[in-house]
Nanobody, 120 residues
């Protein structure tokens, strides 16, 4: 079983930046694809970004392409989400997740989430 702990959320003005981190423990971090998802108030959880076990492949939902960047450091068991040019519609609880592949529906382990609030 794998445990995930997100950090780095907060309140930021539109146009600002935040970097989310997710530390993974319990199993071999490099065996997992990692992803970020978010859930805005009153909405379902949506896929944001994913990265392969070795970092060679990355994917983004269209609304964050060019603004967000996912990366990982397997030596630190950590995955990051650099968020730039933030918009009020990015406001959500952000969750990191681990899974065997990059397919969003196959992510099976989740963190508790970190709140990101973007003010206009």
């Amino acid at each position: 079983q794998v445990q995930l702990a997100e950090s780095g959320g907060g309140l930021v003005q539109a146009g600002g930046s935040l970097r989310l981190s997710c530390v993974v423990s319990g199993r071999t971090f490099s065996a997992y694809a990692m992803g970020w998802f978010r859930q805005a108030p009153g909405k379902g959880r949506e896929f944001v970004s994913a990265i392969s076990w070795n970092g060679d492949s990355t994917y983004y939902t269209d609304s964050v392409k060019g603004r967000f960047a996912i990366s990982r450091d397997n030596a630190k068991n950590t995955v990051y989400l650099q968020m730039n040019s933030l918009k009020p519609e990015d406001t959500a609880v952000y969750y990191c997740a681990a899974g065997p592949t990059l397919l969003p529906h196959e992510f099976h382990s989740w963190g508790q989430g970190t709140q990101v609030t973007v003010s206009s």
